[in-house]
T-cell receptor, first 110, second 118 residues
Framework: GQQVMQIPQYQHVQEGEDFTTYCNSS?????IQWYKQRPGGHPVFLIQ?????EVKKQKRLTFQFGEAKKNSSLHITATQTTDVGTYFC??????????FGTGTRLTIIP | GAVVSQHPSWVICKSGTSVKIECRSL??????MFWYRQFPKQSLMLMAT?????????EQGVEKDKFLINHASLTLSTLTVTSAHPEDSSFYIC??????????????FGDGTRLSIL
């Protein structure tokens, strides 16, 4: 079946350092969504990207959708302890159901 | 807005028990709801898509007779894990789509239910 992979699986950073997670699909996505799941919590929607090459920013978070609509990235500038959690990308292949990526677990060293 | 309530949040029960989990959209109508299962340190795996007034669509490998889904109203879907066994222990999460939107729209997630079968 169609899969969405994320790297890295885990990332430990010092507070204040930057963090990036990458999302890759073997086939074209109609859109990409990003969710954050805090430890013990549920996924919370962050953003959706639809257009090829689209870039969106939310304060310290920058989201990109690749030109071929097969990959995406989330970059966090100057991480804070509140950024701890697992970040999932999720995409639709055409009008099919949402497929979640494998996730990147971010931990912050104070 | 777009709040989804899931109940109960935690269940511990004996093997062989059936467990019912409710997913409610509190401030919007949802013709489509989803049920996911998440094992520790893993991603969300879609179990089934629940459509109001019709039969649920199950993903490959998910037993429809074991995981009974009912979506009788625009604000409530239920998942019943029948004759639960220890291997069914997991984090079950529901999500909902705003009525009238397609599958490409963001989903609104409930808080999840931690199911532990002894």
């Amino acid at each position: 079946g169609q899969q969405v992979m994320q790297i890295p699986q885990y990332q430990h950073v010092q507070e204040g350092e930057d963090f990036t997670t990458y999302c890759n699909s073997s086939t074209t996505l109609s859109n990409i969504q990003w969710y954050k799941q805090r430890p013990g919590g549920h996924p919370v929607f962050l953003i959706q990207l639809v257009k090829s090459g689209e870039v969106k920013k939310q304060k310290r978070l920058t989201f990109q959708f690749g030109e071929a609509k097969k990959n995406s990235s989330l970059h966090i500038t100057a991480t804070q302890t509140t950024d701890v959690g697992t970040y999932f990308c999720a995409g639709n292949f055409g009008n099919e159901k949402l497929t979640f990526g494998t996730g990147t677990r971010l931990t912050i060293i104070p | 807005g777009a709040v989804v309530s899931q109940h109960p949040s935690w269940v511990i029960c004996k093997s062989g028990t059936s467990v019912k989990i409710e997913c409610r959209s509190l401030d919007f109508q949802a013709t489509t709801m989803f049920w996911y299962r998440q094992f520790p340190k893993q991603s969300l795996m879609l179990m089934a898509t629940s459509n109001e007034g019709s039969k649920a669509t199950y993903e490959q490998g998910v037993e429809k007779d074991k995981f009974l889904i009912n979506h009788a109203s625009l604000t409530l879907s239920t998942l019943t894990v029948t004759s639960a066994h220890p291997e069914d222990s997991s984090f079950y999460i529901c999500s909902a789509l705003l009525a009238g939107t397609d599958l490409n729209q963001p989903q609104h997630f409930g808080d999840g239910t931690r199911l532990s079968i002894l």
